[in-house]
């Protein structure tokens, strides 16, 4: 079972990183830091590459709070991942949901921008509107991530993670 989790986690990476280095140059985060002041699409890979494979939970740890140059109100690329996250996780998720808790569901908080202390929140929310993201007959990822932002902000402690 984790090995699809690894798998998916490695394709949205590899997403992550061909968005940064096409629209956003070397983008933010680690890569950016040490490539600083160097152009081209050979110094955006390898800034890419050592924002995503080399250190793995870069994409996660300067999304937000503006760290490594990273500007928390972009959100483009973890919209992008969250998409591919949730489309190709759909089953696990709703099953994740449906229980309250589990990899996906956690993993899909961090992506989500979720911090540490609101993950449990976000996990029982889920759970109790479960049949508002996964009701639905015929539900797609892009119907799910429409009602979690619903459901987020309806919420008063976690409305600040709604994608605007």
């Given at each position: 079972?984790?090995?699809?989790?690894?798998?998916?986690?490695?394709?949205?990476?590899?997403?992550?990183?061909?968005?940064?280095?096409?629209?956003?140059?070397?983008?933010?985060?680690?890569?950016?830091?040490v490539?600083?002041?160097?152009?081209?699409?050979?110094?955006?890979?390898?800034?890419?590459?050592?924002?995503?494979?080399?250190?793995?939970?870069?994409?996660f740890?300067?999304?937000?709070?503006?760290?490594?140059?990273?500007?928390?109100?972009?959100t483009?690329?973890?919209?992008?991942?969250?998409?591919?996250?949730?489309?190709?996780?759909?089953?696990?998720?709703?099953?994740?949901?449906?229980?309250?808790?589990?990899?996906h569901?956690?993993?899909?908080?961090?992506?989500?921008?979720?911090?540490?202390?609101?993950?449990?929140?976000?996990?029982?929310?889920?759970?109790?509107?479960?049949?508002?993201?996964?009701?639905?007959?015929?539900?797609?990822?892009?119907?799910?991530?429409?009602?979690?932002?619903?459901?987020?902000?309806?919420?008063?402690d976690?409305?600040?993670?709604?994608?605007?």
């Amino acid at each position: 079972m984790k090995k699809p989790v690894i798998l998916i986690a490695a394709a949205a990476f590899v997403v992550s990183m061909s968005i940064q280095a096409e629209e956003t140059g070397s983008g933010c985060g680690l890569g950016a830091e040490v490539m600083k002041g160097k152009s081209g699409k050979g110094a955006n890979i390898a800034a890419a590459l050592l924002n995503n494979l080399v250190i793995p939970n870069t994409t996660f740890m300067t999304t937000g709070d503006g760290l490594m140059g990273c500007d928390p109100t972009k959100t483009v690329e973890r919209e992008k991942i969250k998409k591919v996250f949730v489309a190709a996780n759909f089953n696990d998720l709703s099953s994740d949901t449906a229980q309250g808790g589990g990899a996906h569901l956690t993993a899909l908080a961090h992506i989500m921008g979720i911090q540490e202390q609101d993950i449990t929140t976000f996990e029982q929310l889920t759970r109790v509107h479960y049949e508002d993201l996964f009701g639905a007959e015929g539900a797609t990822s892009d119907t799910v991530l429409a009602s979690l932002n619903s459901v987020l902000g309806g919420h008063s402690d976690l409305a600040k993670y709604v994608s605007q």
